[in-house]
């Protein structure tokens, strides 16, 4: 009988142990950069950009306002309007770096929502910042 306790507890710790490394993935960040290049094809120079991120607003919502619908019309070749669809995790911070860095948030970040200082990878942020441009992020 006590054996059967014993494997019932060593069956335990093992599942915990591998949903934890499954689930609560830990992520190594790269700090190296990508270089800057202008001469890429596709790539267009602007003298200004006004980009916009707002959280928890609902496309379906989006679409129905009026000033973003008629900003989409007067200036379809200047403004787009993406939908974005958000998997769980789903904090402020994690939603913005993945959309600035390219990368794929994990549960464990959600700690770093309510702390965070900086973000050290290579991002859109970043790589306007280094290029000299004048860039306010809010």
């Known amino acids: 009988m006590r054996w059967r306790a014993l494997l019932v507890a ?10 934890a490394r499954g689930f609560l993935l830990t992520k ?21 950009v006004v980009f916009i991120v707002v959280d928890a607003l609902r496309y379906d ?23 974005f669809r958000a998997d769980a995790p789903t904090t402020t911070l994690q939603r913005l770096k993945a959309l600035m860095t390219g990368t794929l948030p994990t549960f464990i970040e959600a700690g770093a929502n309510f702390a965070s200082w900086a973000v050290t990878e290579d991002s859109l942020v970043g790589q306007w910042h280094s290029s000299g441009r004048r860039i306010a992020f809010l």
């Open 10 to 19: 060593v069956l335990h710790a093992a599942a915990i142990a591998l949903f």
């Open 28 to 48: 190594t960040s790269l700090t190296d950069t990508s270089p800057l290049s202008d001469s890429q094809p596709g790539s267009t120079s602007f003298d200004r």
């Open 61 to 83: 919502f989006a679409v129905g306002l009026p000033s973003l619908e008629d900003t989409l019309a007067r200036h379809p070749d200047h403004s787009v309007l993406f939908r």
